[in-house]
């Protein structure tokens, strides 16, 4: 398992190769990274806007018709506006696509806020690309089940806000908001 980390979660606006095919998982962007392909996050949840996931062959239908295939160096960037900004959308999509068995794939560090400050263009619309196969080979070591939750064998950590952790959360967790993690 050491090799799909090889180089790393993260990679710089300059760290991009023509060869990554790049992935913003934003709702409703503004505009676009060149050469970037729009999914919304919200695509992959089930059609009540619930956080439970689509059926994992609906997902990779999606991503196949998007041009997406697993086998692609992916980089995923994109924010969750309702949610106040921020990676959250990125990493989202980013670890749904590490359980779908999706290797080569990294988090566009700092979004297009930092694609723009390095002096990198924008565009107004995303691109389509021929339609693929992504055939997912699930890695089940990073699904949690509602039964290994509650087992407590792990800790589980809450990062959404503490308002939203002191409205409710899993018995047991422990509260660090994603934001204070962000640099």
């Given at each position: 398992?050491?090799?799909?980390?090889?180089?790393?979660?993260?990679?710089?606006?300059?760290?991009?190769?023509?060869?990554?095919?790049?992935?913003?998982?934003?709702?409703?962007?503004?505009?676009?990274?060149?050469?970037?392909?729009?999914?919304?996050?919200?695509?992959?949840?089930?059609?009540?806007?619930?956080?439970?996931?689509k059926n994992?062959?609906?997902?990779?239908?999606?991503?196949?018709?998007?041009?997406?295939?697993?086998?692609?160096?992916?980089?995923?960037?994109?924010?969750?506006?309702?949610?106040?900004?921020?990676?959250?959308?990125?990493?989202?999509?980013y670890w749904?696509?590490?359980?779908?068995?999706?290797?080569?794939?990294?988090?566009?560090?700092?979004?297009?806020?930092?694609?723009?400050?390095?002096?990198?263009?924008?565009?107004?619309?995303?691109?389509?690309?021929?339609?693929?196969?992504?055939?997912?080979?699930?890695?089940?070591?990073?699904?949690?089940?509602?039964?290994?939750?509650?087992?407590?064998?792990?800790q589980i950590?809450?990062?959404?806000?503490?308002?939203?952790?002191?409205?409710?959360?899993?018995?047991?967790?422990?509260?660090?908001?994603?934001?204070?993690?962000?640099?």
């Open positions: 398992s050491g090799s799909q980390y090889a180089r790393g979660m993260l990679v710089s606006p300059q760290g991009i190769s023509k060869e990554d095919v790049i992935l913003d998982g934003s709702d409703n962007p503004a505009s676009f990274i060149p050469g970037a392909i729009h999914i919304s996050y919200r695509e992959f949840v089930d059609n009540n806007n619930t956080a439970s996931l994992i062959s609906d997902i990779a239908g999606i991503l196949g018709d998007a041009g997406i295939s697993c086998s692609d160096p992916l980089v995923v960037y994109g924010e969750c506006q309702p949610c106040g900004g921020g990676p959250s959308t990125a990493t989202y999509v749904l696509l590490r359980y779908m068995g999706h290797e080569d794939i990294r988090v566009l560090n700092g979004g297009i806020d930092a694609w723009v400050e390095a002096g990198l263009p924008e565009q107004n619309t995303s691109i389509t690309r021929p339609k693929s196969t992504y055939s997912p080979v699930l890695d089940e070591e990073l699904y949690a089940s509602y039964d290994y939750v509650m087992s407590g064998k792990a950590v809450d990062a959404r806000s503490k308002e939203e952790f002191e409205y409710g959360s899993i018995p047991g967790a422990i509260n660090i908001p994603y934001d204070e993690v962000l640099d």
